[in-house]
């Protein structure tokens, strides 16, 4: 098994920055491929990102449209989510996730039923 933490959650104004991060442990963290997803009160859990075990594939959500970059740091058992020019649209909890999948690419990562291990979330508010 692997255990998720999030951090790095606040408010921030419209336009604003954040970076995201998930720290990792349990099981080596270079085994999985992660993802981040988000969900905002009465609305369905979406997906963001995801990035490959090594960490040379990712894949976006359509909406991230240049806004958000994922990362990881294997030695630090680290994966971040860059967010830049954050819209109040942003407003919601945000999980990290792993799954125990070596592929080279991601793309079939953006469903949260291929992930067997979340984070408990942090909340990101963006005002305007």
């Known amino acids: 098994q692997v255990q998720l933490v999030e951090s790095g959650g606040g408010l921030v104004q419209a336009g604003g920055s954040l970076r995201l991060s998930c720290a990792a442990s349990?099981?080596?963290?270079?085994?999985?491929?992660m993802g981040w997803f988000r969900q905002a009160p009465g609305k369905e859990r979406e997906f963001i990102a995801a990035?490959?075990?090594?960490?040379?594939?990712?894949y976006y959500g359509d909406f991230v449209k240049g806004r958000f970059t994922i990362s990881r740091d294997n030695p630090k058992n680290t994966l971040y989510l860059q967010m830049n020019s954050l819209k109040p649209t942003d407003t919601a909890v945000y999980y990290c996730?792993?799954?125990?999948?070596?592929?080279?690419?991601?793309?079939?990562?953006?469903?949260?039923?291929?992930?067997?291990?979340w984070g408990q979330g942090t909340q990101v508010t963006v005002s305007s």
């Open positions: 990035i490959s075990w090594i960490g040379d594939s990712t």
């Open positions: 349990g099981r080596t963290f270079s085994s999985y491929a």
């Open positions: 996730a792993a799954t125990p999948d070596g592929s080279d690419t991601v793309d079939h990562l953006s469903d949260s039923d291929e992930y067997d291990y």
